[in-house]
């Protein structure tokens, strides 16, 4: 599966259930909705609720959650139920938070990341030091971050 997320230079991705940045990143959400539009986003149940506990449009939307119950959404009690339905990973993005991609570290291929150029004060990290087994396939400079593919060899 894929992975693309946004994170400070430190691994930092949320503050209080939200972004870390106030002004968005330029360019990174079009680009985050050109690369998920019409495919399967899986997420944790905060960011679930960091996105207003309403899907996002014009994707399958699944939310792993041992608690929630939503109409509004795919909910699998458990990775292991999700894995077995999603078993075609390919076209399936993971969006966070850090507890899911921890847990789904091991079935992640491609990541696109973001990276902002400033630090922001985070209670949520990434340790990227999971992308080490990736092979770094290109970046793209931005003025407030830097965008990169990676793939694993
Ligand atoms: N910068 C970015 O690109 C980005 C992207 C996404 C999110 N975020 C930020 O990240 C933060 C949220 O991340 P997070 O790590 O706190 O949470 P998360 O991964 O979004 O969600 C964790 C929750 O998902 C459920 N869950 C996780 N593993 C499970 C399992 N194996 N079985 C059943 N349920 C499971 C649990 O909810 P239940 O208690 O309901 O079972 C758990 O409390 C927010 O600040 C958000 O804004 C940032």
């Known amino acids: ?84 339905e999603y078993f075609d990973y390919a076209d399936v993005f993971l969006i966070g938070g850090a507890n899911l991609v921890s847990q789904l570290t091991p079935y992640i291929t491609q990541v696109y990341l973001t990276t902002s150029h400033t630090i922001h004060e985070c209670d949520t990290f990434l340790n990227l030091e999971f992308l080490k087994p990736f092979q770094l396939l290109e970046t793209h400079h931005f003025p407030d971050h830097q965008f990169s593919i990676y793939k694993k060899p």
Do not use: C, Y
Request: glycine letters at 8%; zero cysteines; aromatic letters at 6%.
């Open 1 to 84: 599966m894929n992975l693309v997320i946004a994170t400070t230079p430190l691994g930092g991705i949320g503050k209080n259930n939200q972004l870390p940045w106030k002004t968005p990143l330029q360019g990174d959400l079009p680009r985050f909705k050109q690369l998920t539009s019409n495919k399967t986003v899986v997420m944790g149940h905060n960011t679930w609720k960091s996105i207003g506990s309403k899907p996002l449009p014009n994707r399958n939307n699944v939310v792993i959650s041992s608690t929630l119950k939503t109409p509004d959404a795919k909910v699998f009690k458990s990775i292991g139920e999700f894995l077995k």
